[in-house]
């Protein structure tokens, strides 16, 4: 038997403002997915931005309806996206915020797992990381230069 130590490193912001330039445009951009969001059910509105390598962003916002557990998030609607409209063009950066309409979203906001699993997959087979910036509405921002960090001990298409 033997034990192993699994770490993560992030870097946090204490707000939004203290973002490189390009990471709070990119903030910005989910930002405004944000208010696209169709979440009458949860109340709880998410954005996402993907800078791609061809330096087209895309954007995602999650989309609920009545069969509730049916809907989709923001990072999924973006990544889906991308890879349907520029096949094989590599992800640079994912910045994600979310907010809610009956209480302020004041921590960070990382994807949920069936999100990290998905985007582990794209990370995986452009062969090479991207950084993952995420928020609330207010607040810390946390950022990793790689979604893998955020998943250890990933499932991918190996196993199959």
């Known amino acids: 038997m033997r034990k192993i130590e699994i770490s993560t490193s992030v870097t946090v912001f204490s707000n939004v403002s203290e973002l490189p330039v390009d990471d709070k445009i990119l903030m ?3 930002v405004d997915a944000r208010k ?3 979440a009458p059910y949860s109340k709880f509105n998410v ?3 993907l800078l791609l390598d061809n330096g087209e962003i895309v954007l995602g ?9 049916s809907g989709m998030c923001a990072e999924r609607v ?11 063009v590599k992800i640079k950066k994912l910045a994600i915020t979310a907010s809610s309409t009956i209480a302020k979203v004041d921590k960070p906001v ?13 990370e995986i087979n452009q062969k090479s ?19 893998l960090s955020l998943l250890p001990f990933s499932f991918d298409s190996s196993y199959l």
Do not use: H
């Open 28 to 30: 910005g951009k989910a």
């Open 36 to 38: 696209n969001a169709y």
């Open 47 to 49: 954005g996402a931005a």
């Open 61 to 69: 916002s999650n989309q609920e309806n009545a069969a509730y557990p």
């Open 78 to 88: 973006a990544i889906w996206k991308a890879g349907s409209t520029f096949p094989g």
């Open 110 to 122: 990382g994807p949920c797992g069936a999100c990290r699993q998905t985007l582990s997959e794209f």
């Open 129 to 147: 990381p991207f950084d993952v910036i995420f928020m609330g509405e207010v607040g810390e921002v946390v950022k990793t230069a790689s979604l």
